[in-house]
């Protein structure tokens, strides 16, 4: 009688484990199936116009355009102007957020409790959660109507440096915090300077934690478009001078969008733009797990 | 004055009236001590008794913490530490710690002359590589890791890492080394070597040694302070010590009553 109610039990618990795995797996499916239909859809539809011109050449007008499609044709030219127009800015945003990031992180490492600093922590995570549209209007107000007098690469970039700040300031922090203490005292023991221990011996320490913090700044910031129409605005032409509108894939997407003809470029910039934020994602974890 | 702290004569470093406390909690009290050149002194006493607290007073490394308020004077030759600047002060006196600690990302090489380099002491290649090579030769490692001088440093054995960090300390040439604990972290192979050393390290250099462990301070220690509570209880030469304690609480822990 014992054994028999025994086997019940078992039986029962193989069967609650089944259902459990099985809702285990379907949630899964849930979670990544939108990232596969996205990069399925993208690859089937954007293959075709993805070719080496497409990297170098400027994007066609919406003439051009109708002529190809009228013709069966695939539609003729590229985006370097919005390639191009994403690295001025990006680069431009991280060699102001970098810097900063890092020295404010560096600061909020070794002051933890102090007013200060808990003050501009709290601020830097408001930051975070400001809305890109919002810098972009705050770079708008500050950078467009004041420093370039018109729409800018500068004042976009501005825009993107402010998103990347908060998430460098906080990826500085903790990596530094994760760092022995006795490696600085040893450091200091030695009668270096501070900052010679800093930049010598705490940031090549942590330097994956760091760069990881870096590589998902850039990630998250290169794909941007609402900031960026308040301020770069965007161009048709290879724009290299940061007071001058500039072009970003994103932006292009956009304009694709708005524009009948060009419906076929937004599926290969969509593409190219999701390869590259892959790729910066993907670094970004292989650097992470590397430090261990 | 206290007949149990035994008066140095012409010290190479003297404690008077130190104390330290964290926020109000005084960790070590109105300690007064002279330190004998050419001799390993040992710091013994119970787990908290303030051994590392004295011990980081002296090259002024408190000073990282705004919550640590150190009080009295300790002069170097003769000269008050506290007036000197740190960075001069840490040059003559080494420091290793509890666990192993070399640079990460530094090479075996790049750890010993970490000093020079990153206080940026420019210097030929060749007086670097005698640097190295004197240093690494007195902490006995030359031998086993002159071959893989590029390697990390934290590609070494425990004890192979403790004997780096000696050899970094003493690149500088400091004139104390100050050590907390250096081999509890380590096996007693590694232990014993490191024993070994410090006895030769001791023709060259001043030594300051906290240890818990009573027999480490019998084997290699000429002169030993315990401490209690904080407050330095007795103060001689290792040997009556050992065999004729003066204060009860010494003789307490001695005799393993506690600790
Ligand atoms: N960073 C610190 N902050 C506050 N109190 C501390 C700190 N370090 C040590 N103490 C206290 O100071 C006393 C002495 O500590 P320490 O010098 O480390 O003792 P020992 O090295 O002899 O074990 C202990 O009571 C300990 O709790
Ligand atoms: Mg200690």
């Known amino acids: ?292 | 004055m206290n007949t149990n702290i035994l008066q140095v004569k012409d010290p190479i470093l003297s404690i008077e009236n130190l104390s330290v406390a964290y926020d109000k909690n005084v960790a070590v009290k109105d300690v007064s001590v002279g330190i004998k050149k050419n001799n390993v002194t040992a710091i013994m006493g119970p787990s908290g008794c303030g051994k590392s607290t004295l011990l980081r007073a002296l090259n002024r490394l408190h000073e990282l913490y705004e919550n640590i308020h150190t009080t009295g004077t300790v002069t170097l030759n003769g000269e008050d530490i506290f007036k000197m600047s740190p960075i001069k002060l840490r040059r003559k006196t080494g420091m290793v710690f509890q666990r192993p600690n070399p640079f990460p990302t530094m090479s075996i090489y790049d750890n010993v002359i970490a000093g020079y380099k990153l206080n940026g002491i420019s210097q030929k290649k060749q007086e670097r590589d005698e640097i190295v090579e004197r240093s690494l030769r007195d902490v006995a490692l030359w031998d086993e890791v002159k071959d893989s001088l590029t390697k990390k440093g934290t590609f070494l054995s425990g004890g192979q890492q403790q004997r780096l960090c000696i050899a970094r300390a003493l690149a500088f040439n400091p004139e104390i080394i100050l050590l907390d604990e250096p081999t509890s972290a380590l096996d007693p192979v590694a232990t014993s070597k490191i024993e070994d050393l410090l006895i030769t390290l001791k023709e060259t250099y001043t030594i300051i040694m906290v240890t818990h462990n009573m027999s480490q301070a019998a084997r290699i220690s000429d002169y030993s302070l315990f401490m209690y509570l904080g407050e330095l209880v007795e103060y001689g030469k290792t040997k009556n010590m050992f065999t004729n304690p003066q204060d009860r609480r010494t003789e307490e822990y001695l005799t393993g009553k506690f600790g």
């Not at chain 1, 028999?4 to 099985?22: Q, T, Y």
């Open chain 1, 1 to 292: 009688m014992k054994v028999v109610s025994e086997i019940d039990n078992i039986n029962s618990r193989i069967r609650k484990d089944r259902v459990f795995l099985g809702l285990v797996v379907l949630f899964s499916v849930i979670t990544v199936s939108p990232i596969i239909l996205i990069i399925s859809k993208l690859i089937e539809k954007g293959y075709k116009q993805l070719s080496f011109g497409f990297l170098i050449e400027k994007t066609p007008d919406t003439m051009q355009a109708m002529a190809a499609i009228a013709n069966n044709e695939l539609i003729p030219g590229g985006i370097v102007n919005g390639i191009l127009g994403t690295v001025l800015m990006v680069v431009l945003a991280s060699v102001f957020a970098i810097p900063v990031g890092i020295i404010t992180g560096v600061y909020l490492y070794e002051n933890q409790e102090k007013w200060m600093a808990n003050l501009t922590r709290s601020i830097s995570d408001i930051l975070q959660g400001v809305p890109s549209i919002v810098l972009g209007l705050i770079s708008y107000l500050w950078v467009v109507k004041h420093v370039t007098n018109g729409f800018s690469a500068m004042a976009g970039s501005f825009a993107l440096g402010i998103m990347m700040l908060p998430m460098i300031v906080r990826s500085t922090e903790e990596t530094l915090k994760m760092i022995p203490q006795t490696l600085k005292e040893a450091g200091l023991a030695l009668g270096i300077p501070y900052w010679r221990v800093l930049f010598g011996i705490l940031i090549p320490t942590g330097f994956s934690g760091l760069m990881t913090g870096i590589l998902l700044a850039v990630s998250r910031v290169i794909g941007e478009t609402a900031p960026l129409m308040l301020t770069a605005l965007g161009s048709s032409v290879i724009n290299t001078n940061i007071a001058k509108p500039t072009s970003a894939i994103p932006l292009l997407i956009w304009e694709f969008y708005n524009d009948p003809n060009m419906v076929d470029m937004i599926w290969s910039s969509s593409l190219l733009l999701m390869i590259i934020v892959l790729a910066f994602n993907l670094t970004a974890k292989q650097v992470a797990a590397n430090r261990k």
